[in-house]
DNA sequence: TTAGACCTTACAACTATGGCAAGGTCAAGC
DNA sequence: GCTTGACCTTGCCATAGTTGTAAGGTCTAA
């Protein structure tokens, strides 16, 4: 049967993932090789679908390629430690910690720089005043 | 006097970019290209740092490149509006704003999926199922 | 047989920043 | 005058992820 073989346009359909980046990762190696046709076409079943979905829903939650490659090979070992996929997740989230305190003290910042400009058709404006300061 | 003229590492020092983002942000057309000595060495006077300054902290305020290319020539237009500084401020914290919720929505999944693994030496790990569920 | 939708590769762009290499310049000390 | 070290110059490469484009081959239905 042929009903489980996709080409790159209906695996990129399937998974959420763009032709493009399937083609993207399987050069950086996260994806191996896909299998071809007789003409070049790649080829995808259940399984390398299924491996697509997983891979874009870890991009989902923000984790690096690199990252995403770690977790597809605990995935693979049937022997892991969940404690390791623990500690990567973790991890990841303490990353994203740093990130979302780094975005709200620049949002704080400029919130305030806002609150003292009455923004209106006179040019004097303490936001520009602040960004040209020495400080 | 030659007092107030920098060569690109003290304007870098002065101003907290480093040099090669100076020359960066000149070959990109953010900077005007400044100006040299007899053998080729750039120079920067007090107003340039100035304006260096100016971009570092828009920069650590989250600004792109573009955004500050805006707000260079509102900080130049002596009859500006203030509005549209705010205006741009504005849509900006709308940007932070987006980016935040993003990064809070996929640390609060991350974390209902860490919370679910009991992490320890055996296999099974709930993250890696979810990871790879249809959904 | 031809049109259109798909596939292939390869190259470049974008965000901002850092690193390296090969070479020129400047200032201090001998 | 010459050497040394710190600085400057340009240019190319790398990061991470995604998109776009170009030139060409393949498949399918009319």
């Avoid at 996260?30 to 979905?53: E, I, K, W």
């Avoid at 891979?55 to 693979?76: C, N, T, V």
């Avoid at 623990?86 to 806002?114: D, P």
Wanted: glycine letters at 4%; hydrophobic letters at 35%.
């Amino acid at each position: 049967m042929q009903s489980d073989l996709y080409n790159i346009g209906q695996a990129a359909k399937a998974s959420g993932i763009s032709a493009k980046m399937i083609r993207h990762y399987e050069e950086v190696g996260l994806l191996p090789a896909a299998s071809r046709t007789f003409s070049g076409y790649r080829t995808y079943n259940h399984q390398d679908v299924h491996m697509l979905r997983f891979i874009r829903h870890s991009r989902d939650l923000g984790f690096s390629i690199k990252q995403i490659a770690d977790l597809l090979s605990l995935w693979r070992d049937r022997n892991r430690p969940s404690s390791k996929v623990k500690q990567m997740a973790l991890e990841h989230i303490e990353m994203l910690n740093q990130k979302i305190q780094e975005l709200i003290s620049m949002k704080s910042e400029l919130t305030r720089l806002v609150s003292c400009c009455h923004g209106d058709e006179r040019p004097d404006c303490p936001i520009l005043d602040e960004l040209a300061q020495d400080k």
